[in-house]
């Protein structure tokens, strides 16, 4: 019963949150404390009309005065007799509800159907099995926060070589905006990475690269792209790394310390005269090398509260002496265990490197 009504709350909040976008928060807030409900209760009910397509708010409103002709009571006198009644016209508008129902499921249907299809052709543009890498390996996870994504991840071998000697590029992105058309972008994003780097191109003239591209295709920097591209020498524990206006990675050492790679710059797509710093750190056995995305620290729970920084360092700098993947089920656990069944409103992701 708790479950199913953490449930029923987590989408209960999701439910006015998506309402509450289309609300003059600003002008409400000036009303006096008794009137805003009343207010908000209206707004929320015409957010929610104009969402319908014009003949199915026709049908809403016809169903309303149906039910506001309800229990109308009438009595006129016929040759002395008297004739009473009422209007009872629940069951016709109880049935127009059911039919809106039903054609919103449908279309619900419908574009889960599409939006799986889609998921599941994204999915074959990440690893679905992480490489083999000489004295380290890595593990990396995502939970979207709608069918399809616009976080991406990835680590692979450039060159042909791989892990006879080659560097592993290691990236993880965040494409501003949600589901299809952040997916979609993702998708164009993955593309021109792979075309670049197995060219064999400096990270230094890769980020430019990438960056021309993304100032050609973000809409004036609306659909801008945060990211960190890095290539790991498995022989010199060697990371080499530029950081594109992301979240910045920690480091988390062998002794328990914590060290975040603050080298940075603007995000890919905003300027394209943007320029990008090249930084570099020297891994050691046991450390332990954590990207993520906003996702994670702006996750929150039903309360509202976001799991944080703080949370989310505590949570690294307590990994115990584990595999990557056996760390990154530890990590994404203790976000779990914080959120979990409030409906999120950012894609989760992150991937861990560890160094043996």
């Not at 006096?32 to 809403?60: D, E, G, S």
């Not at 309303?64 to 006198?77: C, E, H, P, T």
């Not at 069918?147 to 070589?161: H, I, L, W």
């Amino acid at each position: 019963m708790d479950q199913l009504w953490s449930q029923f709350t987590a989408d209960a909040r999701a439910s006015y949150g998506f309402y509450g976008r289309d609300l003059d928060w600003e002008a409400i807030n000036k009303l006096p404390k008794w009137h805003r409900p009343f207010v908000i209760a209206k707004q929320i009910f015409l957010a929610m009309l104009m969402k319908l397509t014009p003949a199915r708010r026709v049908l809403v409103v016809i169903a309303l005065v149906l039910l506001a002709l309800s229990g109308f009571q009438f009595q006129y006198v016929e040759h002395g007799t008297t004739v009473s009644g009422d209007l009872r016209f629940e069951l016709f508008a109880a049935l127009i509800f059911l039919l809106l129902l039903s054609l919103e499921l449908a279309d619900k249907v419908t574009m889960k159907r599409d939006l799986e299809i889609a998921r599941e052709i994204q999915t074959w543009l990440v690893p679905s099995v992480a490489p083999a890498i000489p004295g380290a390996n890595v593990a990396f996870a995502t939970r979207p926060q709608n069918s399809v994504a616009g976080d991406y991840y990835d680590a692979f071998y450039p060159s042909a070589d791989g892990a006879a000697g080659g560097k592993l590029f290691l990236v993880i992105a965040d494409v501003a905006g949600k589901s299809v058309p952040a997916a979609l972008l993702m998708a164009t994003f993955q593309a021109s990475l792979y075309t670049i780097a197995r060219e064999g191109t400096t990270l230094d003239q890769l980020v430019l690269r990438l960056n021309n591209y993304s100032c050609a295709h973000s809409l004036e920097g609306r659909r801008f792209t945060t990211a960190v591209l890095a290539e790991f020498e498995p022989a010199t524990r060697r990371l080499t790394y530029v950081n594109a206006g992301h979240n910045a990675p920690v480091i988390r050492r062998k002794n328990g310390g914590l060290e975040r790679m603050e080298a940075s710059g603007l995000p890919l797509g905003v300027e394209k005269q943007a320029t990008y710093e090249v930084a570099s750190e020297e891994l050691a056995a046991g450390d332990a090398l954590i990207f993520f995305t906003d996702g994670v620290v702006d996750a929150s729970n039903e309360r509202g509260e976001e799991f944080g920084e703080e949370r989310w360092l505590a949570a690294i700098r307590n990994l115990p002496e584990w595999n990557a993947e056996e760390s990154l089920k530890f990590l994404m656990k203790r976000v779990d265990d914080f959120v979990q069944y409030t409906k999120q409103f950012d894609d989760i992701t992150c991937l861990v490197l560890r160094c043996v």
